[in-house]
């Protein structure tokens, strides 16, 4: 799914209104008809509402909404917020709508004082109708009033398409000061950008999108570098396995991991790589490492190094087809060297991790010479370390998308929705995985997941995106079964051949 600019919405939207024929007062209509729709199918008839509509098309879907929710004998007060002299005309023509009874009990705020002076009552439901797509400028005066005492009161928020104050495709800081902090958002068709920026999780700490039918064509002309990665698109990588097939058709993937007290990372992110296709595995690390792989994952072969403490050295790299590099694996000079001596000699797919990320970091300079496509998952704090501090979470998306060119890898920038950045300057966000992930092992096995479908034939975008994927959607279901502060990543690569087959059932290929 992509994800259009407010400009881009509203060009699409009028294209929609010329290519189905239809009026904009109509096209209204059928929003305000979905939405409320799904505000009945989540709360029950005795909740009151209130709607707090402003004086332009945002306003007037709050305004139809309103209508709509009486129709259905719910118990509804209209707010209007007049922060501009007239209404736009299709605002207008839902204010002339109003049945009598919504007119009757109808507040108008027009002054600070009329402000001051709302109280929402307890337990009731607010729709914010104020702002949507169309705002410009950051919010003052009575709407900031009016969003204050909408943010103070005890009462469950669902904001229409944007939650009023929030400037949908840049930056609005830290905290902004006046913004609707909605409990869900019903984003019309598509999500907005600033919705998967973690400085805004008090705004929108989840939203929905509703599919309002805008034309699909318009929607597809629209350039954009961001997309909102799906279930749907993801099933759609998913290649299966071949009848005629060996051992060999699947790859060998080396993974070079662990170190003294690290073992761990290297045997998570070895099972998670067994788990995710990979014809063989070589597990190139320490005796302590080796021993516990051999009890722990007898699937995987293993090297020893030479050294008792961390990896200096692995001669032959012409066998592998993928190799992942760095969970574990500490910062000592001989390990910097191995990658140096990995980026160098290497020809095949690669994946670098953790200290793989930070002995980068110390090393700039090797960056030019990735081989093409390389995958690098840091989190905010690796990626910092790579790349310099951002002041905002929109700058550093910028930052990692140029990065992600200038090295033509691919950056996949761990967070709530994970960014993953592609040489071309596209950014998919992925939409899987809760904070039970927000643990020790976790990168380990993302890790292990990518090398997994590296080795085993997915090109590295079509490996970035589904192992991304798979790794968060993995953890929903555990999540389903059990409590996100249990997970443990274990747990995860135990569930992994759950979360394949759940993806295989929905694409065509796997269905017999
Ligand atoms: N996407 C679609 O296809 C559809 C979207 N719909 C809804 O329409 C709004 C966008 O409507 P628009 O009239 O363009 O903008 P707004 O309602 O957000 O507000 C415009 C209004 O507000 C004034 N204004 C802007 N910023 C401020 C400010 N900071 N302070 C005060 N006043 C401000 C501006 O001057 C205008 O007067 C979209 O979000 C959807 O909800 C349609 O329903 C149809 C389909
Ligand atoms: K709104």
Known sequence: MKILSATQLKIVDALTIERQHISSIDLMERVAKICAERICSQYTADLPVVVFCGMGNNGGDGLAIARLLSEQNR???????????HFSADAQVNF??????LQATLITVRSENDAGQLHIKENTCVIDAMLGTGINKPVTGILETVIHKINSAPCTVISIDVPSGLMIDHSSGELPDACVQADLVLSLQL??????FPENKRIVPHFECVDIGLDQQALLEQPSPYYFAERQDIAALLVPRNKFSHKGTYGHALLLAGSSGTSGAAVIAAEACLRSGAGLLTVHSTKQTVDALSYRLPEAMTQT??????ITFCDDLSSYRAIGFGPGVGRASETQQLLKSVIQRFQGRLIIDADGLNILAENKTWLEFLPKDTILTPHPKEFER???PSDTHFDRLQKARAFATRYACILILKDTYTHICMPDGSVVFNSTGNAGLAKGGSGDCLTGIILGLLTRGYPPPQAALTGTFIHGYTADLCAEMMSQESILITDVIRQLPCAFKQLESTNKFFRS
């Open 305 to 310: 190094d030479e050294h008792d403490s961390f």
């Open 96 to 101: 002339d709508r109003l049945p009598k009874s």
């Open 386 to 388: 790579l790349a310099g």
């Open 75 to 85: 118990m509804v007060q209209v707010i209007v917020v007049r922060h501009t002299e």
């Open 191 to 196: 999500p907005k950008l600033a919705y998967l």
